[in-house]
């Protein structure tokens, strides 16, 4: 059945690529990918990637390609931490297992210093530069996939973090949506245990232990006015040259702080929910918004998987009055496996699948819009009105907004025990600030990282 | 009389299976746990002889790590053996009923549940926003739970999944111990006129302790290892509530990739286990040898 479903997907798309894959410029219809590609018949493609909502976009498009090349691609998916488990893994053991693997954005210094991919810059210059069209991609996204002279991987699923509400609610109840981090305080609370809105919580944030908490952190300190590492900020030259940790600071102690005062606006047992958990809180309709990647958005408005689909409205994430807020930015890019033996087929696919008009199709199947061109696209705007605050937030993000070294996974992870140890009154803040101070300074200083002592 | 060169050959085969299979991995171990190596940084691997061990035991996680599971294995044995007791003997008293091999069957049958399908499953039970076992509390009037969310109950809620889990394989061993106690003890001491508990306390219980140790023991060496449960629903949280050493070495191992540090966690494990079943063993063959 499942296969059946599959097959009749595939052929409807076929059927409609003419239509579908409409260029936004007229430019793009002009590639052959009849010539631009080679034959690898009877090869397969194996492909190692994250269970996100995108991957259903993936197994849709790949019967294109295995009709283009004759080979066939095959894709194992897996959760957060065991798709970097595996990934490392794999590249340590240097097994040909995998041709493409696909990282997140901390992971691109690992996986460089670890030699578990390849350059890609050769490849590119190898390619008809409409094929690639590199700078069509996100300009920060385009950092992201770069490390030390080098572009580790391809981009194609940037994920903007941004407001989700429901529109319904703050219009009922005069509000509107949160541009400050205190406005998003002020609604959190009116919309918690309030008789008008019975049963209804606030908001809820990613208070797990872990990667959960730990990259909450990162994502909130820039807008709160400070930064974790002495030079990682927006702006800087270079983001890694001092890595004096700043936890210390009076901007970590307000991260805390917050995090600990929203915990009275989230619904019961939130000091341990991730992203799963709190989406579901929000598309059952038991919190009034949340700040969320916006990779989950689609989801968010398909009537089947969310009971408040056509309720929802987008804005770009808050941050403290006075500053320039710096959204959230992270996501996937596209590798070659440095131990594959199909690097070509291998890079035939990445250039296919992250093509203007390959990606536009993506989109328009709830992958993430990773290129301006499907960003500005009028029929993706018309059909995703939310990609509208993608448009506005994708000018303010910032590439480091998570640190990409290589100790960056543990980096996280430590945050996040001593965050959540923090959140659950296990230690204070200060207690929790100041091991974080000391430890992260130990863990740069192994790395062999310049820290002020 | 079978030749030296025989008995060799026949030894040989098992001797190299187990020296590939558990030796090599562990001196392989024991060589790591005494570098900085770091999987995705092999090349900055360096020679740092006990440093990783002298870390390790003042390492505020691992010691929270080795408290937890301290209190996971001695909360969970306790419970399980006096659930399992007051079980096999419901199940020592009705085994004239009919049907009482299916309900047994039907107890043990949380022991045959993969560990990781436990903690999925109790992950969706005790979620606290939409769990069934919240709903069920404010159904009786009872104040809802933060279960694994909640930093106070989360290690309590895991010793409740291992207790659901494994008292099934204390109370058949403890049953089976039963089964063994001749009738007659039980008439005689009726006739002496004792009661029900002093039956249990002098007649059961010393029937059951040596097979009672051995269970014991098992469940020890099963404790030491917990790990699926924990992965799959708090991954040591919240904060490091549920930190268990096995989740602590595999966290250093296969999250951070720091094999140096993990496998001096490994190591020491190894020898708490050690230290630890020794301890248990010796107390065992003192019983047996009265």
Excluded at chain 1, 115 to 126: H, R, S, T
Excluded at chain 1, 138 to 166: C, K, L, N, S
Excluded at chain 2, 31 to 54: K, W
Excluded at chain 2, 97 to 119: A, D, E, K, Q, S
Aim: net charge negative; with cysteine.
């Amino acid at each position: 059945m499942k296969r059946r479903t599959a097959l009749l997907m595939a052929g409807t798309i076929m059927a409609t690529w003419p239509m579908l894959g409409r260029p936004a410029r007229a430019q793009d219809s002009q590639i052959d990918w009849a010539s631009e590609l080679g034959k690898h018949d009877g090869a397969t493609l194996r492909i190692l990637m994250i269970q996100d909502p995108w991957v259903s976009g993936f197994e849709q498009l790949n019967p294109i390609f295995e009709q283009l090349t004759g080979a066939k691609v095959t894709i194992d998916a897996f959760g957060y931490d065991q798709t970097h488990e595996k990934e490392v893994l794999e590249g340590t053991s240097q097994s040909s297992q995998y041709d493409i693997i696909v990282l997140d954005s901390p992971w691109v210094g690992e996986f460089w210093s670890g030699e578990f991919v390849e350059d890609l810059k050769p490849y590119i210059e190898k390619t008809k530069p409409e094929v690639i069209a590199w700078d069509d991609f996100v300009p920060a996204f385009q950092t992201v996939a770069e490390w030390e002279d080098t572009i580790v991987g391809v981009p194609f699923g940037a994920y903007f973090m941004m407001m989700h509400y429901r529109k319904d609610l703050f219009e009922q109840a005069g509000l509107q949506p949160p541009k400050t981090i205190d406005d998003y305080k002020v609604a959190a609370k009116h919309f918690t245990n309030n008789p008008d809105f019975p049963g209804m919580y606030g908001t809820a944030l990613n208070n797990a232990r872990g990667s959960a908490i730990g990259q909450s952190f990162f994502e909130w300190i820039f807008n709160f006015g400070g930064k974790p590492f002495a030079s990682t900020y927006p702006g800087s030259e270079n983001p890694y040259s001092d890595m004096t940790p700043q936890f210390n600071s009076p901007e970590a102690k307000q991260v805390f702080e917050f995090f600990k005062e929203m915990l009275q606006y989230q619904p019961p047992g939130a000091e341990s929910i991730d992203w799963e958990q709190r989406a579901a809180t929000f598309t059952t309709g038991k919190t009034a918004m949340i700040t969320a990647w916006s990779v989950r958005t689609p989801g968010f408005h398909d009537p089947s998987k969310s009971q408040i689909a056509d309720k929802i409205g987008t804005s770009v994430f808050p941050h403290i009055e006075g500053i320039d807020g710096v959204p959230p930015l992270g996501g996937w890019v596209m590798g070659i496996n440095s131990h594959s033996n199909q690097k070509d087929m291998a890079w035939d696919y990445i250039k296919w699948f992250t093509s203007k008009e390959v990606h536009k199709q993506f989109v328009l199947l709830g992958g993430p819009p990773s290129r301006l061109s499907a960003i500005e696209d009028p029929e993706i705007r018309a059909k995703m009105p939310w990609v509208e605050t993608i448009a506005e937030t994708q000018k303010h993000v910032y590439a480091e907004c998570r640190p990409r070294i290589p100790e960056s996974f543990e980096i996280i992870d430590t945050v996040g025990l001593q965050f959540s140890r923090a959140l659950q009154n296990q230690v204070t803040v200060d207690e929790a600030l100041a091991e974080l101070q000391t430890s992260i300074a130990d863990l740069m200083v192994k790395g062999g990282y310049t820290v002020q002592q | 009389m079978v030749s030296r060169t025989t008995k060799l050959l026949f030894i040989g085969p098992g001797v190299a299976y187990l020296a590939i299979i558990g030796l090599f991995p562990f001196f392989y171990s024991l060589y790591m746990s005494t570098t900085s190596l770091n999987l995705t940084r092999p090349r900055r691997s360096q020679f740092i002889g006990i440093d990783n061990y002298v870390q390790l035991v003042t390492d505020p996680l691992f010691q929270k790590a080795i408290l937890n599971t301290a209190i996971l294995a001695a909360g969970s044995i306790t419970l399980e053996i006096v659930i399992g007791f007051v079980i096999a003997k419901i199940f020592y008293e009705i085994a004239h009923i009919r049907t009482v091999n299916w309900l047994r069957t039907l107890f043990i049958l949380p022991m045959m549940v993969t560990p990781v399908i436990t903690g999925l499953m109790f992950t969706y039970i005790l979620n606290p926003t939409l769990g069934i076992a919240n709903v069920l509390l404010r159904m009786v009037g009872l104040p809802e739970s933060g279960w694994f969310g909640s930093a106070d109950v989360a290690l309590l809620s895991v010793i409740m999944v291992n207790v659901w889990q494994w008292t099934p394989f204390l109370m058949l061993i403890m049953l089976a111990g039963l089964m063994a106690v001749p009738r007659e003890l039980y008439e005689a001491s009726a006739l002496d006129g004792a009661h029900w508990y002093q039956q249990s306390w002098h007649i059961e219980l010393p029937a059951l302790r040596d097979v009672l140790l051995v269970g014991a023991i098992i469940r020890l060496i099963d404790n030491l290892r917990f790990f699926d449960v924990v992965y799959i629903a708090t991954r040591g949280g919240p904060g490091d509530a549920t930190e268990v050493i096995s989740m602590f070495a595999y966290r250093q191992s296969f999250q951070f990739f720091n094999m140096g540090y993990g496998s001096a966690a490994a190591v020491l494990i190894l020898f708490i286990t050690l230290f630890v079943t020794t301890l248990a063993m010796r107390y065992l063959r003192r019983i047996e040898h009265g």
